[in-house]
Each structure stands twice: as C-alpha cells, then as structure tokens.
C-alpha cells in the first residue's frame, strides 16, 4: 500500500483496514474495487462491494469509534483520502437536530452489524455501542437538539392556536416628533413560558421552515392592523407599517403571489407596507431575493436594509439592491456619545443615505441627546424606547392621536 497524504494506491488482495482499527481519516474510491468485511465465527465474510466514486470508512470518523468493518482491496486501487477535520468541521456547524439523528442512525447501524456476530463485535468494541453513546454526541449537544426539536413542536402548536401577537413601536420623524410608521414585532405569548422574545423562536423558525406561515401570518395581521389604524386617522393621513421578513421568505417563488393575496384580502395599500430585511438576506441567494424584491417593489411596496452596518457591508449591493431606506443598527447609536468609532459610523451612514438619497431612520434611541444628536447630523427617522416601546395595536392608536408625541404615558417599560 502507498500512502501520500492525499491518495493511497493499493494492490488487489490488500487490506485498507481492520475491523476494530482507530480511524483518522475515511477514503473515495477513484479506481477499483473493495469489498466489506465483518467477521463471523471466526471466519470473515464479506457483507458489501463498493466501487468509483462510493465513500467508505466515514463510520468512524463521524462518531469516533473503532472501524466496525475491514476493507479488502477486490482490485488494484486508487483511493482519496478525506481527513477527520473536513467531516469533524462540517458535522460540528451542524444543525443540532441533524447532529442527533447522525448519531441515532450510527448507533442502530453498528448495533445491527454487532448482531451479525455479537460476541466478537463486543469483543472489539462495536457491541453495546448504545450504552457508550455519550462518548460520541456529548450531553449538551444531545440536550440541545432535544430542546429544539421541543421549541419546534410547540412553535407549530402556537401557530395553530393563535399564540402570536403583534406589537407595534413608532418610527417618528426627528424634525418634530410625527409619527410617519410602525415597525412590527413578534410575541410569543406561551401557555407555560410566558412570553417568548422573538430572538429565542425566529432562529427556531427558520431551521424548521415555520417561519414560512409566521412570517405570512405577520404580513397578514399588519396588513389587518393597518386598516385599523386607518379607520382611526384622517384619510389624507400617510401612516405605514414595517414587517420583519426572513430570507427563507425571499427566497420561495410564491412569496409574492402570497404578499399580493393578502394584500387584495385586507384591502392594505402596498406602498403603506415596507419590508424590513437584513444585509445576510441580500447575501444569500441575491438573484431570488432581488427577484422577489423588486416584484414586491414594482407592486408599490417599499424595502427597508436593517442592523444596517453589522453584516457584510459592502458599498456595492447598496446600489444593485432595491433599497428605499436604511437602518442604522442599535449598536451604533446607542454607543453615539460614548464611542468616537460609533459616532463617525453613523455619521458616514447618514452621508451615505443623504448621497444615494436614501432616507436613514436610527433604531434604539433611549434618551433626547440622541435623538437630538441624530437629528443634528442629518438623520430623518428615529426609533426606539425614548418614543415609544413596542405597544398593542389599541396603544399604538392612542399613540397616534396624541398631540405631542412622545406621549409620556407609553414611554413606561412594559
Ligand atoms: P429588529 O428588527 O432590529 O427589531 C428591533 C428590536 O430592538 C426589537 O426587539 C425592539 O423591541 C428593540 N428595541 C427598540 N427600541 C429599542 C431601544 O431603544 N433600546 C433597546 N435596547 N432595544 C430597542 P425585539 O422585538 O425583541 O425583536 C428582536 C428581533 O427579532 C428583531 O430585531 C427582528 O430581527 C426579530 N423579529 C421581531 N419580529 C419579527 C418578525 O415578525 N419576523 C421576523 N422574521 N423577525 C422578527
Ligand atoms: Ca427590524
Ligand atoms: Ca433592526
């Protein structure tokens, strides 16, 4: 057998390995043949025959237990080594659930080939393999994907039964205090848990693809809420509402059909709705998305890029995507008079937005100097506690009608 640290090249007749072996590294065949042994009253039998292309010895370097089968060389052979970092790397970034039903799977597996003879698979350490699981996927990481597939069944549960509200917080204009939208979030409120913060379910979400009917069901009650708001404000009165989409919403062909039928059922305008995404969604799939954007656009709706400045940022989507506003992540601002790299960086996103001619709206802002700086330095919009915390639908209205936002009633922490 020669062995490089890429390919090993070996002779009809020869063994890559041995049952009970360590493992380090797992093969592809290039050329040739190989047969699987296990053994069997003492004797070895052959129970598979793989050839160009398969990939064998990943057993073991998955789960890190001995190999549970030997490989014979059938032919002359030229095989490809794949080393335990390239699968240990990918299996590790995982999805948790995914990580577990490896796992299981293994498990059965080596269970099924200890049964061909039991004895000897104890002997080398294939038997039993159930009860040493926990050498393979640690407690936390089995902890973990049990807790998601939990969160992910009563997150399906909660959809069904109506545990989702909607919670609306002002984006005002800097200038004087006017209400020009409201940005949509999430709440979970859960029988046992109480009320879950969308940053714990929206992962949760996309992962299981029931972010699919949740964000509908967001667009949908907006969309409903706005009519509301409507009916509360005089007709001439421009007011519009801000939905938090995910790029698994994007990315799916029928979202905007979706988007136009709840459009025509609520009886919403589209350009009274705005899509928020994130700088990641724009990265992912960018043709779809941009597809689908500018359908949503071309309907009359408007994008907002927001947590603008913690993602990717490159100057150059900013032209390529179908942006109407851009907002500046919380971080910065709320570290605007504490931190000179903050400031500048608003102040560079304010410039940006005023060169491309792109309103900015600032998000997080917690006391007047930053509102007031803000505003100094060319900022439109603002957003955050100092206005407003997210409120009920009925709040919001009361909001709205009051004279002189902020309404120093709402600003208490809920
Ligand atoms: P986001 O879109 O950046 O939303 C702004 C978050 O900042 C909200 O948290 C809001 O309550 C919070 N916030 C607003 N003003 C202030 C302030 O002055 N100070 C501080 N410290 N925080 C402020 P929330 O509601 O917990 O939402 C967290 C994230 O969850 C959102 O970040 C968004 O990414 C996601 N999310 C919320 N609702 C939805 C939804 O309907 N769909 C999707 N896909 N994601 C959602
Ligand atoms: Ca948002
Ligand atoms: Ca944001």
């Known amino acids: 057998m020669s062995d490089s640290p890429l390919r090993v090249s070996v002779r009809q007749g020869e063994k890559i390995f041995s049952q009970g072996d360590m493992a380090d590294c797992a093969y592809i065949v290039e050329h040739g ?33 001995p190999r549970s089968a030997t490989i014979l060389a059938l032919e002359d052979c030229v095989l490809l080594k794949l080393t335990r970092s390239q699968l240990a790397h990918r299996i590790e970034a995982a999805d948790p659930i995914i990580r577990l039903l490896l796992d299981v799977i293994l498990t059965r597996f080596r269970d099924t080939l200890a049964g061909i003879d039991k004895p000897q698979a ?96 967001c667009l949908r009650q907006a969309c409903r809420d706005l009519q509301t708001f409507r009916r509360a404000l005089p007709a001439d009165r421009a007011l519009f509402v801000s939905v938090n989409l995910s790029g698994i919403d994007l990315q799916r062909p029928d ?51 927001d947590d603008f400045g913690t ?46 001619d792109i309103p900015t709206v600032a998000e997080g802002i917690e006391n007047a100097a930053d509102a007031d700086a803000l505003l100094a330095i060319g900022c439109a919009y603002g957003q955050g506690y100092y206005f407003s915390q997210p409120i009920t639908p009925a709040e919001a209205i009361l909001y709205l009608q009051a004279a002189t936002p902020p309404a120093q009633h709402l600003h208490k922490a809920r």
Not at 153 to 182: D, S
Not at 268 to 288: N, Y
Not at 320 to 340: E, G
């Open 33 to 65: 043949r190989i047969g699987v042994l296990v053994e069997r009253d003492g004797a070895e039998i052959q129970i598979a025959e793989r050839g160009r292309g398969d990939l064998f010895g990943e057993m073991a370097i998955i789960d890190g237990m």
């Open 122 to 217: 104890e002997a080398i350490g294939t038997g039993n393999v159930s009860d040493r699981r926990d050498e393979r996927l640690g407690d936390d990481h089995r902890i973990e994907a049990v807790a998601q597939m939990r969160l992910e069944r009563e997150l399906e549960f909660g959809i069904r039964n109506h545990e989702f509200e909607l919670n609306y917080q002002p984006i005002v204009e800097l200038r004087n205090g006017r209400v020009a939208g409201f940005e949509a979030l999430i709440r979970w409120r859960h029988k046992e848990r109480g009320l879950v913060p969308p940053i714990i379910f929206i992962p949760a979400a996309e992962a299981s693809g029931l972010i699919i009917p949740l964000s509908r069901w």
């Open 311 to 356: 993602g990717f940022s490159s100057m150059s989507y900013l032209s390529k995507f179908p942006i109407d506003t851009l907002k500046i992540d919380k971080s910065f601002v709320q570290a605007l008079h504490t931190d000179r790299a903050s400031h500048n960086i608003v102040n560079a996103i304010i410039a940006l937005g005023w060169g491309l």
């Open 255 to 305: 979202f905007v059909a979706d988007f136009a039928r709840i459009l025509a059922e609520t009886g919403a305008d589209p350009s009274d709705i705005k899509l928020e995404v994130t700088e990641g969604v724009l990265m992912k799939e960018a043709d779809r998305v941009i597809e689908t954007l500018n359908a949503c656009r071309s309907m009359g709706s408007t994008i907002a890029l």
